[in-house]
Each structure stands twice: as structure tokens, then as C-alpha cells.
């Protein structure tokens, strides 16, 4: 039975949608508090997954995600470095996203050390975006995207935008490392367009996954859109599938992320 192990505590809110998504998708799932992780590491070599929920750790107050990813640095970082090497998968979700990139494990842990090479910061709306986006998916290699396309999710955040430097960005598109960039209508990228790109990530980036594929951190929440009905058109498209006499689907095309990771140690 694949395993997935969930991180809750100071903020984090997402765990039990984030929770149910694994176990719709066949896992596992244990939901457990930062402390009693580090006060039992060894829980997590149990796990094939490691999830880092949507939230508001630390009520963001030193920084979107940052004192999250201090804690686990200065108490877990050998056995998540360990649990990395062992080739298994991570996926950080919005707030876990943030978390991720400030440990440095994305871009990529090299010789068990790492270093922030991105930033999520402020929307330049310098507000709080909640709103349904439409996506692409730009790596062939990440686990999580595995025969994605286009997919639509919501967002809710006010610290999404995706930031780096000229050369980290190039060793982004070089590595097929940009998971998912936020498009227009027509499937285009956004090209910056608010409310297309909901908070003026450089190049649309709305998620990025390590060099082999395994890590994944993203902005908009795929645990939000695995029931047809929790679609932001679901009574639009409801009608135009009845009237021309076509199924009405239970699930819809977020599940898919997490299928993909289960379906992976299979």
C-alpha cells in the first residue's frame, strides 16, 4: 500500500481536503503535527509521499512559509534529505510551496545541502487572489503532471508570485523543470495579463518540480478540483452534457496529481 504522510500544525489548513485526495486516489494517509515528526522522524521513511499542505504557517509573519521551513531545517533535514535519496516523492501546495522553496529542496538538494534559489513574493495586486486559472503542464519528466495537458485550478494566496534570477530561470527551461505556467483562453501563455497570471510570476510560472521529476511545488491548489462539482463552470458544463445526452462525470482533472503519485510506486 502506497503511503502518504501529511504535515499539519501552526497554520496549515489544507491537510484534511489534501488528506482525502491521496485516499481517493488509492494511498494511504496519515495526517501528523511538525512536533510529533520531529519528535518521531522515523515516521516518515513509512511514507512513499510527503505532502506539504496549503495554509498559513506562522500566520506568514516573518515571510510566506519561512519560519515552517526553519523548524524543519533545524530538525528534520537529515531524514528529508534521506527521504529524498530514497527516490521518493514530495509535493509542497501552495503554502507548501513556499515552504519548499525556502529549504531549497526545489530547484534541487545537491550533496544533502541546498540553497533558495526562487522566492514567492507579494502578488502585484498586493492583495489576496482567490480565482479559478487556467494551466499547462511544460515538463514531460515531472511525476506529479504525468499525461496533464491543460487543467484548470484555484488559486488562493497573496504571496504567489514566482520569482528568480536570469540564470536560474534558463536552467529551469534548459532542466524541463517549469511544471506548470499559468495560460489564457485560447491555452496561451498569460504573458503576465492579470487576472490570467493572478500574481505576476516571471514567465507564468505556477509551478516548478525538481530535476528528476519527483518534487513538485505550486501555487494553485490541485486538492480543489477533484469532484466535477467543485468546478467554478460545473452547472455550465452539467447542462451541455445533458442535453446532448453524455455522462456527467464524479470526478474532475485535479485528481489526476494525485493518481499520478500513487500510481507511480505501482
Not at 87 to 101: A, H, R, S, Y
Not at 111 to 123: G, T
Request: hydrophobic content about 35%; proline content about 4%.
Amino acid at each position: 500500500m502506497v503511503k502518504a504522510i501529511l504535515l499539519t500544525g501552526y497554520g496549515i489548513n489544507c491537510e484534511e481536503e489534501t488528506a482525502f485526495a491521496f485516499k481517493k486516489a488509492g494511498a494511504e494517509t496519515e495526517i501528523i503535527h511538525v512536533n510529533d515528526l520531529i519528535a518521531n522522524p522515523k515516521k516518515l521513511s513509512e511514507a512513499q509521499i510527503f505532502a506539504f499542505p496549503g495554509g498559513f504557517s506562522y500566520g506568514d509573519d516573518t515571510g510566506s512559509g519561512n519560519a515552517l521551513a526553519n523548524k524543519i531545517r533545524n530538525n528534520l533535514w537529515n531524514e528529508l534529505v534521506d527521504f529524498i535519496e530514497a527516490e521518493k516523492l514530495i509535493v509542497g501546495i501552495c503554502n507548501g510551496f513556499q515552504v519548499i522553496t525556502n529549504l531549497g529542496i526545489l530547484p534541487g538538494v545537491e550533496n544533502r545541502q541546498s540553497q533558495r534559489k526562487v522566492a514567492l513574493s507579494h502578488n502585484n495586486s498586493a492583495r489576496y487572489e482567490c480565482r479559478w486559472v487556467g494551466l499547462k503542464s511544460f515538463s514531460k519528466k515531472c511525476v506529479f503532471t504525468k499525461d496533464i495537458d491543460l487543467i484548470s485550478m484555484p488559486v488562493a494566496h497573496a504571496e504567489g508570485k514566482f520569482t528568480a534570477s536570469p540564470e536560474t530561470l534558463k536552467a529551469l527551461n534548459e532542466n524541463q523543470q517549469i511544471a506548470f505556467r499559468y495560460i489564457n483562453q485560447k491555452g496561451e501563455p498569460a504573458k503576465g495579463e492579470f487576472p490570467q497570471n493572478p500574481n505576476g510570476s516571471m514567465e507564468d510560472i505556477a509551478g516548478i518540480c525538481s530535476k528528476d521529476g519527483r518534487i513538485l511545488g505550486l501555487m494553485p491548489h490541485p486538492e480543489r478540483n477533484i469532484f466535477f462539482t467543485q468546478q467554478d463552470n460545473w452547472t455550465l458544463q452539467n447542462e451541455a452534457l445533458k442535453r446532448s445526452g453524455k455522462k456527467i462525470p464524479e470526478e474532475s482533472a485535479g485528481i489526476k496529481v494525485f493518481r499520478n503519485a500513487v500510481e507511480y510506486f505501482r
